[in-house]
Nanobody, 122 residues
Framework: QVQPVESGGGLVQAGGSLRLSCTAS????????VGWFRQAPGKEREFVSG????????RYADSVKGRFTISRDYAKDTVYLQMNMLKPEDTAVYYC???????????????WGQGTQVTVSS
């Protein structure tokens, strides 16, 4: 089973930017749909963004549209989440997850990373 690994979290001021990366050593990573989720303290985990393979279709939560961009580099087996105009409410642990197939659903992700902390100060 693919084991995603996230990196790139940190502390940033409101209005700033961060880029998260998700990668896996398994070659099948390039043929999986990859999603980013986040969980803030006391809240349920929520879908942030996803990217399918083959067609590279993308999907975003309404709360991040226009500010976050998801992309993937097949040569590096890496999916990125570029986060701009960050707000304090974006503070959360961000998780990368994968699911088989190309459907951009927010459900049925079966492999999860350990998460990376993003903190946005006001």
């Amino acid at each position: 089973q693919v084991q995603p690994v996230e990196s790139g979290g940190g502390l940033v001021q409101a209005g700033g930017s961060l880029r998260l990366s998700c990668t896996a050593s398994d070659r099948t990573f390039s043929r999986l749909t990859v999603g980013w989720f986040r969980q803030a303290p006391g809240k349920e985990r929520e879908f942030v963004s996803g990217i399918s393979w083959a067609e590279d279709a993308t999907r975003y939560a309404d709360s991040v549209k226009g500010r976050f961009t998801i992309s993937r580099d097949y040569a590096k087996d890496t999916v990125y989440l570029q986060m701009n105009m960050l707000k304090p409410e974006d503070t959360a642990v961000y998780y990368c997850a994968t699911r088989p197939g190309a459907a951009l659903t927010i459900l049925d992700y079966d492999s999860w990373g350990q998460g990376t902390q993003v903190t946005v100060s006001s």
